[in-house]
């Protein structure tokens, strides 16, 4: 097995290739540069030691992203696709040195086809631009991660992205018709197309999708679109405490008989971290915990009345306030509050672990009160967010600054995943796997699986130079 983690090192021959290839521009051994490209959100104090590349390249078309898979793999030196270094999963990080291939050069949207309601585009390009465009004219496109303005689209399909408008939706996968993609031998091939059905072959496209670039590389991604709704409105709903805004999740899609396209949940700490971020009152402040509800739809009248009968159910569920945000500036007010959490506590705590955790729906409710017990039991906090309407909770576990905080973080994420597993729930929804989480996948794959994995990874890349170090535990 270690033989599949032995990498020759980059030498002045390789470089000189690589720049060849490239262009110098877009080749660096900039020491800082380096640095700088060779992590993603996970703070580096939550790892053994620092991993560092050696170099950093930039390619600008799927030709030159294949030369460097040619010289990677022709010196078995080991390659690390990064996107926009948004990730939570510690998926850019090179584990084993080599290469980082940044993508940030190829940024084009390549084409918008209204006839076929699909778009095509690199994977550097930032995934609010191609709603931006999708919306211009009248389409929309339905992925929608919390870190949308910065995170790349190649990363969002690489981690299949779940965000705001899964419950409606789907993930970042179910928007994904095809990919091109490069081979870690740097052949290139294409996955899927722009028909709507296809069983011919086996669905790589959907493999691809979630395999957290150790399969190949995505260098284009043809997506659906879908007509954009004419109409919608957003509900702040404000409860007094956890339990009873969790209660009334299911009961907006059993009781008022529409699936919004969103539910978002946000508890008192997490209103309370991002009003001391912004240094501003933030809307439903005081809340115990509160609710982000999305509605939409083509008619006015009849979303007008979707949402007041959310409303008014909400209250009778124990919500105390409810904000109706149907402008511009109301809708970004309440999303601003959500989607700055994560951004608010990497700012202002240094010692946590944020988890990504996903159980049946019906249970949201109970995982949330496991969070709040297990990790009291060892004197931790927690701030809890997240997708509420499809059963995936953000967990942000904050240990005080001493010498075992390591150690603490360790016992209550175990004393959690116990809970999680017996209430058949999982690692993670949407963050991936990555470098973070891969010691605890056998808590949550039986060994069948997870040398199915490495069967697959070794399938499409004999040599391991693509991600190594990723997904699950090799004993390396």
């Not at 001493?402 to 999982?426: S, V």
Request: proline letters at 4%.
């Amino acid at each position: 097995m270690s033989d599949l983690f032995s990498y020759n090192k980059i030498t002045e021959k390789i470089l000189a290739e690589l720049k060849e290839a490239l262009g110098a521009n877009n080749v660096s051994t900039d020491e800082e540069k380096i640095e700088t490209y060779s992590h993603d959100e996970v703070p580096e104090s939550a790892y053994d030691k620092k991993y560092i590349a050696e170099a950093v390249v930039f390619p600008e078309s799927t030709e030159a992203v294949s030369a460097v898979m040619k010289i990677a793999h022709r010196n078995r030196i080991s390659v690390t696709p990064r996107g926009a270094g948004t990730g939570l999963s510690s998926g850019a990080l090179p584990a084993y040195g080599g290469i980082v291939m940044s993508f940030e050069k190829m940024n084009k949207i390549l084409e918008l086809d209204e006839e076929n309601l699909t778009i095509t585009t690199e994977p550097g390009v930032v995934t609010a631009e191609i709603s931006r465009m999708a919306s211009a004219h009248g389409l929309l496109y339905a992925g929608d991660p919390c870190s949308g303005d910065a995170s790349f689209i190649g990363g969002n399909i690489a981690e299949n992205a779940g965000g705001n408008k899964v419950i409606k939706y789907g993930a970042t996968g179910a928007q994904v018709l095809a990919l091109e993609v490069v081979l870690p031998d740097g052949s290139v091939t294409w996955f899927g197309g722009k028909r709507r059905k296809d069983v011919t072959g086996f669905d790589f496209v959907h493999l691809m999708a979630g395999s957290e670039g150790i399969l190949g590389i995505i260098t284009k991604a043809v997506l659906k679109l879908m007509p954009n709704p004419r109409f919608s409105v957003d509900l702040l709903a404000a409860f007094p405490d956890v339990k009873s805004a969790i209660d009334f999740v299911p009961r907006i899609v059993i009781e008022c008989g529409v699936i919004p396209a969103s539910i978002e949940f946000i508890d008192r700490k997490a209103l309370a971290v991002v009003a001391k971020y912004l240094n501003t009152e933030v809307p439903a402040g005081d809340a115990g915990a509160a609710l982000v509800i999305q509605l939409e739809g083509n008619d006015e009248a009849i979303l007008e009345e979707e949402y007041e009968k959310a409303g008014i159910l909400s209250q009778k569920h124990g919500a105390y306030e409810v904000y109706v945000a149907d402008t511009r500036t109301t809708k970004d007010r309440v999303w601003q509050t959500r989607k700055t959490v994560p951004e608010a506590i990497a700012a202002l705590y240094s010692r946590y672990t944020k988890e990504d955790l996903v159980v049946p729906t019906s249970l949201v409710p109970e995982l949330v009160k496991i969070l709040n017990e297990k990790t009291a039991e060892d004197g931790l906090d927690c701030i809890t967010y997240g997708h509420a309407g499809d059963g995936n909770m953000h967990c942000t576990i904050l240990a005080p600054d001493t010498p075992d905080w390591h150690e603490r973080l360790h016992k209550a994420q175990m004393r959690i995943y116990n809970e999680l597993i017996k209430m058949g729930g999982t690692l993670s929804g949407e963050h991936g796997i990555g470098f973070k989480r891969k010691d605890f996948m056998k808590y949550f794959l039986d060994e069948a699986q997870i040398e199915l994995i490495k069967r697959v990874k070794l399938a499409f890349d004999p040599q391991n130079i693509l991600n190594p170090g990723k997904l699950v535990d090799w004993g390396e």
